[in-house]
Protein backbone atom coordinates (compact mmCIF):
# COMPACT_ATOMS: atom_id res chain seq x y z
CA UNK A 1 0.00 0.00 0.00
CA UNK A 2 2.96 1.74 0.83
CA UNK A 3 4.58 1.96 -1.99
CA UNK A 4 1.75 2.21 -4.10
CA UNK A 5 0.14 5.40 -2.89
CA UNK A 6 3.16 7.11 -3.76
CA UNK A 7 4.17 5.52 -7.08
CA UNK A 8 0.43 6.96 -7.98
CA UNK A 9 1.75 9.76 -6.42
CA UNK A 10 4.17 10.12 -8.34
CA UNK A 11 1.82 10.07 -12.05
CA UNK A 12 1.06 6.22 -12.31
CA UNK A 13 -2.24 5.98 -11.98
CA UNK A 14 -2.47 1.93 -11.97
CA UNK A 15 1.09 0.51 -10.96
CA UNK A 16 1.35 -3.39 -10.46
CA UNK A 17 2.92 -4.38 -7.45
CA UNK A 18 3.12 -8.03 -5.75
CA UNK A 19 5.07 -10.06 -3.32
CA UNK A 20 8.16 -12.11 -4.40
CA UNK A 21 8.19 -16.08 -3.35
CA UNK A 22 11.22 -14.72 -1.23
CA UNK A 23 10.46 -12.60 2.36
CA UNK A 24 10.95 -9.19 2.39
CA UNK A 25 10.81 -8.43 -1.59
CA UNK A 26 8.44 -6.77 -3.18
CA UNK A 27 8.01 -5.85 -6.77
CA UNK A 28 6.20 -2.84 -8.50
CA UNK A 29 6.21 -2.27 -12.22
CA UNK A 30 5.24 1.13 -13.26
CA UNK A 31 4.99 3.24 -16.58
CA UNK A 32 7.28 5.87 -15.11
CA UNK A 33 10.87 5.96 -15.85
CA UNK A 34 12.27 3.89 -12.64
CA UNK A 35 15.36 6.04 -11.99
CA UNK A 36 12.78 8.85 -12.54
CA UNK A 37 11.02 7.32 -10.27
CA UNK A 38 13.68 6.73 -8.24
CA UNK A 39 14.45 9.98 -7.79
CA UNK A 40 11.35 11.46 -7.14
CA UNK A 41 11.54 8.88 -3.93
CA UNK A 42 14.43 9.92 -2.74
CA UNK A 43 12.83 13.86 -2.87
CA UNK A 44 10.02 12.52 -0.58
CA UNK A 45 12.02 10.75 1.71
CA UNK A 46 14.23 13.75 2.43
CA UNK A 47 10.64 16.24 2.59
CA UNK A 48 8.51 13.35 4.50
CA UNK A 49 10.78 11.08 6.18
CA UNK A 50 7.44 9.62 7.99
CA UNK A 51 5.74 8.96 5.18
CA UNK A 52 8.46 5.76 3.84
CA UNK A 53 7.79 3.11 7.27
CA UNK A 54 7.64 -0.29 5.55
CA UNK A 55 9.90 -0.04 2.27
CA UNK A 56 13.52 -0.03 3.24
CA UNK A 57 15.49 -0.57 -0.26
CA UNK A 58 14.83 0.11 -3.49
CA UNK A 59 17.23 -0.64 -6.60
CA UNK A 60 15.17 0.65 -9.94
CA UNK A 61 15.24 -1.94 -12.50
CA UNK A 62 15.80 -1.66 -16.32
CA UNK A 63 15.23 -4.94 -17.69
CA UNK A 64 14.15 -8.05 -16.74
CA UNK A 65 14.89 -11.61 -18.57
CA UNK A 66 14.69 -15.28 -17.55
CA UNK A 67 17.39 -16.84 -15.63
CA UNK A 68 19.45 -18.17 -17.81
CA UNK A 69 23.07 -17.12 -18.13
CA UNK A 70 23.06 -16.13 -22.11
CA UNK A 71 19.69 -13.99 -21.54
CA UNK A 72 21.47 -12.21 -18.89
CA UNK A 73 24.80 -11.51 -20.80
CA UNK A 74 22.19 -10.73 -23.64
CA UNK A 75 20.60 -8.16 -21.46
CA UNK A 76 23.65 -6.74 -19.84
CA UNK A 77 25.59 -6.11 -23.84
CA UNK A 78 22.49 -4.13 -24.76
CA UNK A 79 22.67 -1.90 -21.55
CA UNK A 80 26.87 -1.33 -21.45
CA UNK A 81 26.15 1.29 -24.16
CA UNK A 82 25.85 3.87 -21.52
CA UNK A 83 29.44 3.55 -20.12
CA UNK A 84 32.37 5.76 -21.36
CA UNK A 85 34.93 4.20 -22.23
CA UNK A 86 36.87 5.69 -19.36
CA UNK A 87 34.61 4.32 -16.99
CA UNK A 88 35.16 1.64 -14.51
CA UNK A 89 32.61 -0.93 -13.23
CA UNK A 90 31.97 -3.36 -10.82
CA UNK A 91 29.26 -6.52 -10.68
CA UNK A 92 26.79 -7.15 -8.51
CA UNK A 93 24.95 -10.49 -8.00
CA UNK A 94 22.18 -10.75 -5.57
CA UNK A 95 20.85 -14.44 -5.92
CA UNK A 96 17.76 -16.35 -4.54
CA UNK A 97 16.28 -19.38 -5.56
CA UNK A 98 19.14 -20.03 -8.09
CA UNK A 99 21.70 -22.81 -8.83
CA UNK A 100 23.16 -20.05 -11.16
CA UNK A 101 27.20 -20.12 -10.63
CA UNK A 102 28.09 -16.51 -9.24
CA UNK A 103 31.91 -16.88 -10.41
CA UNK A 104 30.34 -18.32 -14.38
CA UNK A 105 27.76 -15.40 -14.40
CA UNK A 106 30.43 -12.65 -13.63
CA UNK A 107 33.12 -14.11 -16.03
CA UNK A 108 30.97 -14.09 -18.74
CA UNK A 109 29.51 -10.59 -17.93
CA UNK A 110 33.26 -8.96 -17.67
CA UNK A 111 34.21 -10.87 -21.26
CA UNK A 112 31.67 -8.46 -22.89
CA UNK A 113 32.48 -5.19 -20.68
CA UNK A 114 36.38 -4.18 -22.13
CA UNK A 115 36.37 -1.19 -19.02
CA UNK A 116 38.17 -1.51 -16.53
CA UNK A 117 36.87 -3.08 -12.95
CA UNK A 118 37.24 -0.99 -9.53
CA UNK A 119 35.04 -2.74 -6.70
CA UNK A 120 35.70 0.63 -4.54
CA UNK A 121 35.58 3.49 -6.12
CA UNK A 122 33.67 2.61 -9.47
CA UNK A 123 31.12 4.92 -12.08
CA UNK A 124 28.77 2.05 -12.68
CA UNK A 125 27.23 -0.88 -11.17
CA UNK A 126 26.11 -3.84 -13.30
CA UNK A 127 23.23 -5.11 -10.80
CA UNK A 128 22.14 -8.19 -11.39
CA UNK A 129 19.12 -9.02 -9.03
CA UNK A 130 18.30 -13.02 -9.71
CA UNK A 131 14.82 -14.35 -7.98
CA UNK A 132 14.19 -17.90 -8.99
CA UNK A 133 13.50 -17.90 -12.74
CA UNK A 134 12.96 -13.80 -13.03
CA UNK A 135 16.63 -11.79 -13.09
CA UNK A 136 16.07 -7.54 -12.94
CA UNK A 137 19.32 -6.47 -14.61
CA UNK A 138 20.50 -2.27 -14.71
CA UNK A 139 23.53 -0.33 -14.86
CA UNK A 140 23.44 1.93 -12.18
CA UNK A 141 25.35 4.83 -10.62
CA UNK A 142 26.03 4.53 -6.59
CA UNK A 143 23.36 6.87 -5.62
CA UNK A 144 20.17 5.12 -8.17
CA UNK A 145 19.71 2.61 -5.28
CA UNK A 146 17.62 4.26 -1.97
CA UNK A 147 18.31 2.93 1.49
CA UNK A 148 15.85 4.69 3.39
CA UNK A 149 17.43 4.29 6.76
CA UNK A 150 20.46 5.52 5.14
CA UNK A 151 19.05 8.64 3.21
CA UNK A 152 16.55 9.54 6.87
CA UNK A 153 20.24 9.08 8.77
CA UNK A 154 21.72 11.19 6.63
CA UNK A 155 20.03 14.00 6.23
CA UNK A 156 19.62 14.54 10.19
CA UNK A 157 23.50 14.88 9.86
Not at 60 to 72: C, K, R
Not at 111 to 117: A, E, M, Q, R, T
Amino acid sequence: DEISEIIEELGDSSPRIGKSSFSGIIWAETSIDPFVAINDIKKIILDEPWRMRYCHRFIPVSHTTSASLENIVESVKNQIKIMKDTDTYRITIEKRGSDISSKELIDSIADIIPNKVSLESYDWNVMIQIMGGIVGISILKEDDIISTLKLKRDSME
